[in-house]
C-alpha cells in the first residue's frame, strides 16, 4: 500500500502479548515475485483493495520460505496508584472510579503520531489523560469531604484508581482486576465486596459540541441514572451503547461489570506533543466532574 510502510520495525514496539503465534512479514519485492509466479500483479491489486473495491480471493500456489525469528523483550515495571473510602452499610458493595496516569513520554513511543519530534519531543498529555486523572482525583476529594461532612453518607465502598500501562494495552488494570477479582464470581472483589459499576474517564479536556458517555450498553440501570444526574448540570450528551473501548473500561466489561467511559472527542493533537494544558477547556472539565 502507498499508505504503508514496506516492513513495520519492532524496535521500541511497547505493548504485551499473550499471544504464541510466529508472525514473517514479507517485503514488497518478495511478495511481488510471489504474486508474479501465480500469474498475479501485486500492485494492481493492492490499488484496488486502496479505492475500498473488492478483488476475488486466490490461491498462491508452488512456493516456499524460511524467516527467522529474535526478539528481545525487555520487563519494566509499571505502578497503579489505588486508594480506598470505606462505606458505612455493613452490606456494602463497590463502585471504582479510575483514569490511566501514564502518557507517551519522550516520542519513543511507536503509538507516537507526531510528524515533528526534533522541534519537541515532549508528549504532555494534558488531555490524554492528565485531564481524565484530574476529575478521578476531584471525585476522591469530593467524596472524601462528603465522608468527613458526615460519615453515614457513603454508604458503599468507593475506589479510586489511577492506572499505568493504559498506552500498551490496558495493562494495568487488566493487572487489577485479575489479582483482585475472585476466579469463581468476576464480579466479587477478593474481599467479599460486589463491584457495582465501573466507571472510566479517558480524554475528557476538550469539551466542545458535547460529552460522549460510552459503554452504557452495559447495564440497563446507566441510561436513567444518567437523565437524573444530568437535569441539574444541562451538559450537551451524546450516549454510546458499545461496552468493547480501547481504554480501561474493557478490563472491567470482560469480568460482567457494568462499565461507563467518559470522553470529549478526538483531536490532531492526539499523541503528539500538542496536547498540552492550554488547550484544555477547565470549564467543561469543571462541568464533566461535576456531573460525574
Do not use: C
Not at 501485486?42 to 486466490?58: A, H, M, P, R, V
Not at 458503599?156 to 476466579?183: M, P, R, Y
Not at 465486596?193 to 469539551?207: F, I, K, P, Q
Not at 460510552?214 to 451524546?238: D, Y
Request: positive net charge; without cysteine; aromatic residues 6%.
Amino acid at each position: 500500500s502507498p499508505f504503508k510502510k514496506d516492513v513495520i520495525s519492532l524496535k521500541q514496539s511497547r505493548g504485551h502479548s499473550q499471544g504464541g503465534i510466529q508472525a514473517l512479514m514479507l517485503g514488497r519485492e518478495q511478495a511481488t515475485k510471489l504474486f508474479k509466479a501465480a500469474g498475479k500483479d501485486l500492485n494492481g491489486i493492492q490499488s484496488i483493495l486502496d479505492k475500498g473495491q473488492k478483488t476475488e480471493n486466490f490461491i498462491l500456489k508452488n512456493f516456499s520460505f524460511s524467516g527467522h525469528i529474535a526478539l528481545e523483550r525487555e520487563t519494566r515495571q509499571g505502578r497503579n496508584v489505588i486508594g480506598k473510602i470505606s462505606g458505612s452499610s455493613p452490606n456494602r458493595k463497590t463502585v471504582i472510579i479510575g483514569a490511566h496516569v501514564d502518557h507517551l513520554g519522550e516520542g519513543s513511543h511507536s503509538s507516537s503520531l507526531s510528524r515533528n519530534l526534533d522541534a519537541d519531543p515532549i508528549h504532555h498529555g494534558a488531555d490524554d489523560n492528565a485531564s481524565g486523572t484530574a476529575i478521578m482525583l476531584a471525585l476522591a476529594e469530593a467524596f472524601s469531604q462528603k465522608k468527613k461532612d458526615n460519615p453515614e453518607s457513603i454508604k458503599n465502598d468507593i475506589v479510586f484508581a489511577a492506572w499505568s500501562g493504559e498506552e500498551i494495552g490496558i495493562l494495568g488494570s487488566q493487572h487489577f482486576v485479575n489479582q483482585w477479582t475472585d476466579k469463581s464470581d468476576s464480579r466479587r472483589l477478593k474481599n467479599g465486596r460486589t463491584v457495582l459499576a465501573y466507571v472510566n474517564m479517558d480524554m475528557v479536556g476538550r469539551l466542545r459540541e458535547n460529552l460522549i458517555l460510552q459503554g452504557i450498553g452495559s447495564s440497563p440501570f446507566w441510561k436513567p441514572l444518567i437523565q437524573e444526574a444530568n437535569s441539574k448540570n444541562k451538559l450537551p450528551i451524546r450516549l454510546n451503547s458499545d461496552p468493547y473501548l480501547p481504554t480501561d473500561a474493557t478490563s472491567f466489561y470482560l469480568k460482567g461489570i457494568p462499565v461507563i467511559n467518559a470522553f470529549t472527542g478526538a483531536h490532531s493533537d492526539y499523541h503528539s506533543p500538542g496536547d498540552t494544558p492550554d488547550k484544555i477547556n477547565y470549564t467543561g472539565l469543571n462541568r464533566i466532574a461535576n456531573l460525574l
